[in-house]
Antibody
């Protein structure tokens, strides 16, 4: 069974840091691009970051560039998102997902159930 | 960066057909993928590429593309199709950057 399980979401003060983790099983994690996508309360989906199979290619939405770092450990089938200098607008459910990025075609899936990050004083 | 525009909301009678559109310049170069999002649940991929459905997605879901517009059609809408739907495409401003559409709330009457 394909499964992605996020963890690490918490209540954190503005300016604080947090590490999200995503444990993957049931698919070829080391051969897959991976992505983080978030949804703020009452808002739409927002793509946050992608990482390629060997971890050397990392791409971010402008609003998190320089503050967030995506990484992976293929030996542990795990994806991470290190979040620094957190802002109120980073409050959201964060989802990890596998990704197929192939030229003009792409898809995000499978998906985890998400973990909630709340940035508030 | 690219923008993808969707109508905020549409309604459809049970068993009828509804089309959801997504407009953006990036769609002239890249296919959209479509996601169904229900409250409290993870998003679900329903269409990707030219018109590809993942396993488990009913064949009442279909996709099409023309110029700067991608469309998701639900033919014979069911009560369980009531959800938010988001398109997604590669951003034309850089490699491997992606953007979601503004989302469409589909109500099944």
């Amino acid at each position: 069974e394909v499964q992605l399980v996020e963890s690490g979401g918490d209540l954190v003060q503005p300016g604080g840091s947090l590490r999200l983790s995503c444990a993957a099983s049931g698919f070829s994690f080391s051969q897959s691009w991976m992505t983080w996508i978030r949804q703020a309360p009452g808002r739409g989906l927002e793509w946050v970051a992608n990482i390629n199979q060997d971890g050397r290619g990392k791409y971010y939405v402008d609003s998190v560039k320089g503050r967030f770092t995506i990484s992976r450990d293929n030996a542990k089938n795990s994806l991470y998102l290190d979040m620094n200098s957190l802002r109120a607008e980073d409050t959201a459910f964060y989802y990890c997902a596998g990704a197929l990025l192939a030229g003009t075609v792409h898809k995000f899936g499978p998906w985890g159930r998400g973990t909630l990050v709340t940035v508030s004083s | 960066s690219s923008e993808l525009t969707q109508d905020p909301a549409v309604s459809v009678a049970l068993g009828q057909t509804v089309r959801i559109t997504c407009q953006g310049d990036s769609l002239r170069s890249y296919f959209a993928s479509w996601y169904q999002k229900k409250p409290g649940q993870a998003p679900v991929l329903v269409i990707y590429g030219q018109n590809n459905r993942p396993s488990g997605i009913p064949d009442r879901f279909s996709g099409s593309n023309s110029g700067n517009t991608a469309s998701l059609t639900i033919t014979g809408a069911q009560a369980e199709d009531e959800a938010d739907y988001y398109c997604n495409s590669r951003d034309t401003s850089g490699s491997h950057l992606y953007v979601f559409g503004t989302g469409t709330k589909v109500t099944v009457l």
